[in-house]
């Protein structure tokens, strides 16, 4: 079964730091690139950070950029997410998702999604 | 970034309705568009890739259809289960960004 595991979340006060972890299984880690998508209670979904398969290509949010740093360790099955100088806006659940693709390599979507970790940041 | 808007952004239904939700995107990009459901509480689910493509294990009373800057996300016969939120989502750029999302919700 294909599944994916955040973990790290919780309670961080403005201008803290935090890491989170994305630990997969079911499936070649490093055949795939990877996203952390995030949602704040009640509202919808942002897009945060995407990592190419081999970490060579990563792309952020202009909301994040400059603060969050995307990683992973193909040996370790897993994708981070280092989150520095948080603000209250970055409280929100979030997930980590597996960038899937056809046959061509040009469309590309998520799935499957982690249930999400949360951090709230709040003094 | 490529702005995606959903509309309406709720709408009431019954069981057994047919449901449409519409998803215009701020330029064009081509067919690639992807539709995710979402229930309280549980992750996303990609109903639907590259604008029409049915994922694997989706009922098939759900479709998608359209290119360029405007997109349709159907339900012929809505189920109980299908009372969620749904998003639309670009992958024309990196920067992928997700329409706010449509909640249907039972009449």
């Known amino acids: 079964e294909v599944q994916l595991v955040e973990s790290g979340g919780g309670v961080v006060r403005p201008g803290g730091s935090l890491r989170l972890s994305c630990e997969a299984s079911?499936?070649?880690?490093?055949?795939?690139?990877m996203s952390w998508v995030r949602q704040a209670p009640g509202k919808g979904l942002e897009w945060v950070s995407g990592?190419?398969?081999?970490?060579?290509?990563?792309d952020y949010a202009d909301s994040v950029k400059g603060r969050f740093t995307i990683s992973r360790d193909n040996a370790k099955n897993s994708l981070y997410l280092q989150m520095n100088s948080l603000r209250a806006e970055d409280t929100a659940f979030y997930h980590c998702?597996?960038?899937?693709?056809?046959?061509?390599?040009?469309?590309?979507?998520?799935?499957?999604w982690g249930q999400g970790t949360l951090v709230s940041v709040s003094s | 970034d490529i702005q995606m808007t959903q509309s309406p952004s709720s709408l009431s239904a019954s069981v057994g309705d047919r449901v449409t939700i519409t998803c215009r995107a701020s330029?064009?990009?081509?067919?690639?568009l992807n539709w995710y459901q979402q229930k309280p509480g549980k992750a996303p689910k990609l109903l639907i890739y590259?604008?029409?493509s049915l994922q694997s294990g989706v009922p098939s009373r759900f479709s998608g259809s359209g290119s360029g800057t405007d997109f349709t996300l159907t339900i012929s016969g809505l189920q109980p289960e299908d009372f969620a939120t749904y998003y639309c989502?670009?992958?024309?750029?990196?920067?992928?960004?997700f329409g706010q999302g449509t909640k249907v919700e039972f009449k």
């Open positions: 998702a597996r960038d899937d693709f056809d046959s061509t390599g040009f469309y590309r979507w998520f799935d499957p």
């Open positions: 079911g499936f070649t880690f490093d055949d795939y690139g």
């Open positions: 990592i190419s398969w081999n970490g060579g290509t990563t």
């Open positions: 330029q064009t990009i081509s067919s690639y």
């Open positions: 590259a604008a029409s």
């Open positions: 989502q670009q992958n024309y750029r990196m920067v992928r960004t």
